[in-house]
Structures are given as structure tokens and as C-alpha cells.
């Protein structure tokens, strides 16, 4: 099992920065990918960013050039750092975090932090 738990959302005006962090702990060895995913209201959870245990990393298309996932391996952490920030990029944000066990994969969440962008 994989457990995570999620900090740093809050409140902000537009255009300004937002860290998340999320620590995880438990069976992190066998965590293939960590992400964050971020649900709006009345709106399907999607992927922000993510990154893989060998360093690659994915954006969603109106996060590029102003969000940046990373890993901490020695700490377990992984932080969004989130600058420009639009009302557009109001929602909870989830850590998520994918690991396998032989062939089959699992999926593990966080509680949900929120963040409000304010115009």
C-alpha cells in the first residue's frame, strides 16, 4: 500500500504562485509514476502533471510553461509548482500515485487539497 498526503493549496489572486506538496510513504519502492490530478467543480478528475520513476514528465496542454512537476527520490515527496496561476486552475488537486505489484498495477490518491485562484 501506498499512502500520500498532499499540502500547500490555498487561496491566490491570478497571476500568482501556488507550491503543492505530497509525501508518500508505505510501499514506495514499487511507485512507477506520481502525479497530480485536479477536479473542478461539476467536472471530471484530470491529469495536471506527471512524472516517472525514470525522470519523464507529462503536462496537460494549459498547464505547460507555467506549472512544474518534480521528485524528490531521497524525501519521497512530489511538488507542483504552479506560477501564472488563472481562475481557469481553480479545483481540489490530488496527488496520485501508480505502482505494480508483478504485472498488475495499482492506483493510489490523496485526500485532495484545494486551491482557489481568485481574477
Known amino acids: 500500500q501506498v499512502q500520500l498526503v498532499e499540502s500547500g493549496g490555498g487561496l491566490v489572486q491570478a497571476g500568482g504562485s501556488l507550491r503543492l506538496s505530497c509525501a508518500a510513504s508505505?510501499?514506495?519502492?514499487?511507485?512507477?509514476?506520481l502525479g497530480w490530478y485536479r477536479q473542478a467543480p461539476g467536472k471530471q478528475r484530470d491529469l495536471v502533471a506527471a512524472?516517472?520513476?525514470?525522470?519523464?514528465?507529462n503536462y496537460a496542454d494549459s498547464v505547460k510553461g507555467r506549472f512544474t512537476i518534480s521528485r524528490d527520490n531521497a524525501k519521497n515527496t512530489v511538488s507542483l509548482q504552479m506560477n501564472s496561476l488563472k481562475p481557469d486552475d481553480t479545483g481540489v488537486y490530488y496527488c496520485?500515485?501508480?505502482?505494480?505489484?508483478?504485472?498488475?498495477?495499482?492506483?493510489?490518491w490523496g485526500q485532495g487539497t484545494q486551491v482557489t485562484v481568485s481574477s
Open positions: 512524472i516517472t520513476s525514470g525522470g519523464s514528465t
Open positions: 496520485h500515485a501508480r505502482d505494480r505489484d508483478g504485472l498488475v498495477e495499482y492506483n493510489h
Open positions: 508505505g510501499n514506495i519502492f514499487s511507485i512507477t509514476r
